[in-house]
């Protein structure tokens, strides 16, 4: 099947950079009211590959008068109607593309930085690169540029940008290009990289600009787009108080050097959400206390911008980094700040600032040569997994390489790096209905191997350390290379490089225990942290141990606790405190006696597009990114039948042979993340099988938000069957 991407461009002023020269405008032609040639409005275009540009292709002049124009200089805001719309470009791509500008011709000096502006709007919020080109080479931004309906200035520098050499393949993929600096003394084109266009989008006047504020403008400030962080809340009061916390969770642990231990981690009043925020607490007594909330970092308060994914770093010069994702409103941006007294109860921080684009997570690391290297993501792209490394303390930071997860592996990437013993560089990712992928890089991180699967896990962020022995540590849920649920939490220690682990120091033994984030003192006590229960308990909780610990598989060391608590929320969940109403307004099973008798007569085949095919067996898992099993309070009829055994998130089958097929799902009002109402939408019946307990929690706990009816269908051959979290799909 085709699909058609309109792409609207159209004239509208920008608002160069104060006191910058602008060196080059493009300006696209207003409206004449027919179709016309794509080479008319002054832009470029090439699909997929770099064959010939489409200069052919046509396009829609629409809603406005007039034959085209060049109106130089313009003068008049984006209101003014006769600037204010362009064409309609109407084409069946099914790849990317490239779109540019007229030829221009803007020579630089050794040094000098060029400003690149432009306004832009999408009705799907599709990313776009920034794109240069420079001595006839094609330079792609990594940061994307996607905005809402509403029209926002887009504003990036070419000396500050981080980017990647366009390699124009079959499919026209951006970012299997390599990291690169754009070097050359003329640029001769600016345009826009767009991987996938699901909508209409508005890219609108070009400017390029130079001169001194231009330059003065090109920092990673640039990255806020404008927005100035508002100051950090010492005094967080009432409002961030134990009672306003309804989740919190994804915690990071940093010990100064003279012992002090630092906690950080993020909260809210829902869940992950545009109400997030980061805050800190501290321990003066080796986290045998721990204070109250020190400080919170809240961008905007009730959004749209958050942050989240705080990482405490402290440096080889002693000072206390901390790191935290600002994401929401177009932005996605890692920033930081620090503090040279990190002992101290109060201690001085510098102001937010931000430091590059994307997501940082996990702590950065120091090589053997010096150099500070920290993992960064963007996520669900080619070459997300990101090293950014600096070589002046921190004080500016650029792309040194990137990692490619292969598209069916794409989750959140949560990557770590370590150095190993023969100085490669060892990268370990979070991956998808896997668990643990990794990558190798033997030459400083410029390059990587293709992430392939390295263990089994669950779908959860783990820790990967180098501790001062050279051994590796591994905070993982449950046994090395067993995925189950984010249950288990346990240590190993490496000492050939990760090849084979040892011990396995249970932490934590409950369900819903994960995130963990690690440190190392200098007499070898590690401290690690982690969540539990995030929306329900929200604990924040540390455990300490050394190595022998570990190889003992027990507490065997002075230095030995678990589950010391450092914080733990008293709000209640919204989200929680509903799906308990429910349950508690409704607490017998429902017997369903009105709904269609179950089908017995011809049973279909189906074939997984992802997991695989499991016979129904109580005890027996569900699920292979939770640890679930199957009660014996399934019915009768269903005992035996094949199940799609996969990812909790998502479901998904093609019918190799028509017949009945059956999923389980609990009801709308006794769990949120019921399917029922996409089942009805696909033409499945509930059937008058009682209402039946799927599985327990732990302790043998029945709770009537996993207790599931029966769905039913009959599809045909060649039918694909498809539903999100969750349900199970039975034949």
Not at 189 to 214: C, H, N, S, Y
Not at 607 to 618: A, F, K, M
Request: proline share 6%; with cysteine; charged share 20%.
């Amino acid at each position: 099947m085709k699909r058609t991407i309109a792409l609207a461009v159209s004239t509208i002023l920008l608002a160069g950079l104060a006191g910058a020269d602008v060196v080059y405008r493009e300006i696209f032609p207003n409206d004449n009211g027919a179709d016309a040639p794509f080479a008319e409005t002054g832009w470029q275009v090439h699909v997929g590959d770099h064959g010939a540009p489409l200069s052919t292709q046509t396009v829609r002049l629409s809603g406005n008068t007039g034959a085209p124009k060049n109106l130089e200089p313009v003068q008049s805001a984006p209101a003014n109607a006769e600037l204010a719309r362009g064409f309609l470009f109407d084409q069946d791509i099914g790849r990317s593309q490239l779109l540019w500008t007229d030829e221009c011709d803007v020579g630089m000096s050794a040094g000098q930085d060029i400003g690149i502006s432009w306004y832009q709007s999408s009705d799907a919020s599709d990313p776009v690169h920034l794109a240069v080109r420079m001595d006839g080479v094609w330079y792609a931004s990594v940061q994307t540029f996607s905005q809402g309906s509403a029209y926002k200035q887009m504003v990036a520098h070419i000396a500050t940008a981080n980017w990647l050499k366009l390699d124009f393949i079959e499919n026209g993929t951006l970012a299997r290009g390599t990291a690169a600096t754009p070097i050359g003394v003329k640029l001769e084109a600016v345009g826009f990289f767009i991987p996938k266009l699901t909508g209409k989008m508005r890219i609108d006047t070009v400017e390029i600009q130079t001169g001194a504020e231009a330059a003065t403008a090109t920092g990673p400030e640039a990255l806020l787009n404008g927005f100035v962080h508002p100051p950090v809340i010492y005094s967080p009061g009432e409002k961030y108080g134990s009672n306003a916390r309804n989740y919190q969770g994804i915690p990071g642990i940093e010990r100064a050097p003279g012992g002090r231990l630092w906690a950080t981690w993020y909260a809210g009043t829902v869940w992950e959400d545009q109400y997030n925020y980061v805050l800190a607490a501290t321990s003066a007594d080796d986290g045998k206390t721990w204070s109250d909330i020190q400080f919170v970092i809240d961008p905007d308060g009730d959004g749209p911008k958050r942050a989240a994914d705080p990482c405490l770093w402290l440096d080889p010069n002693g000072k206390l980094w901390l790191f935290w994702w600002m994401n929401g409103d177009n932005l996605s941006v890692t920033m930081a700040m620090t503090t040279e007294n990190p002992d101290a109860e109060h201690p001085v921080w510098t102001k937010p600032a931000p430091l590059f684009s994307g997501v940082m997570l996990n702590k950065p690391i120091v090589t053997s040569q010096g150099e500070w290297l920290m993992p960064s993501a963007m996520w669900h792209r080619d070459g997300s997994c990101r090293v950014m490394a600096s070589t002046d303390h921190g004080e500016t930071w650029e792309l040194r390489g990137t990692a490619n997860i292969p598209k069916a592996r794409r989750n959140c990437d949560e990557e770590m790096i370590v150095e190993r013993k023969d100085g490669s560089l060892w990268m370990l990712v979070r991956t998808a209905d896997y668990g643990i992928g990794e990558s190798v890089s033997t030459d400083g991180g410029k390059t990587w191997t293709e992430i392939k699967d390295y263990q089994k896990h669950a779908t959860s962020r783990f820790t990967l350390l180098k501790l001062k022995s050279g051994n590796l540590l591994l905070i993982r849920n449950g046994p090395v290379d067993e995925r189950i649920g984010r249950e288990k939490m346990s240590a190993y220690l490496s000492d050939d490089d990760g090849a084979t682990w040892k011990g396995g120091l249970l932490l934590d033994e409950r369900n819903s225990v994960s995130y963990p984030d690690a440190t190392q003192s200098p007499d070898g006590t590690i401290y690690a942290i982690y969540d539990w229960e995030r929306g329900r308990d929200k604990n924040i909780l540390m455990s300490t141990f050394r190595e022998k610990d570990i190889l003992a598989k027990a507490f065997v060391s002075p230095a030995g606790r678990s589950k010391v608590l450092i914080n733990k929320a008293s709000g209640i969940n919204p989200r929680i405190q509903a799906a308990e109403k429910a349950a508690t307004a409704a607490a017998s099973p429902r017997k369903n006696e009105n709904r269609v008798p179950l089908l017995v007569g011809s049973q279909a085949v189906l074939e997984p597009l992802s997991g695989e095919l499991r016979s129904v067996e109580p005890s027996k898992p569900i699920f292979n990114n939770r640890a679930y099993a199957f009660s014996d309070e399934l019915p009768e009829s269903l005992m035996g039948k094949r199940f799609l055994f996969g990812a909790m998130e998502k479901t998904e089958a093609v019918c190799t042979s028509a017949g009945a097929i059956y999923v389980l799902t609990p009801d709308p009002d006794r769990n949120s993340d019921s399917v029922a109402g996409t089942l009805e939408k696909q033409g499945f019946e509930k059937t008058s099988i009682p209402e039946f307990a799927l599985f327990l929690m732990p302790g043998g706990k029945r709770s009537l938000s996993n207790s599931c009816c029966v769905y039913q269908k009959e599809v045909k051959e060649g039918e694909t069957v498809e539903f999100g979290k969750w349900g199970i799909l039975l034949f």
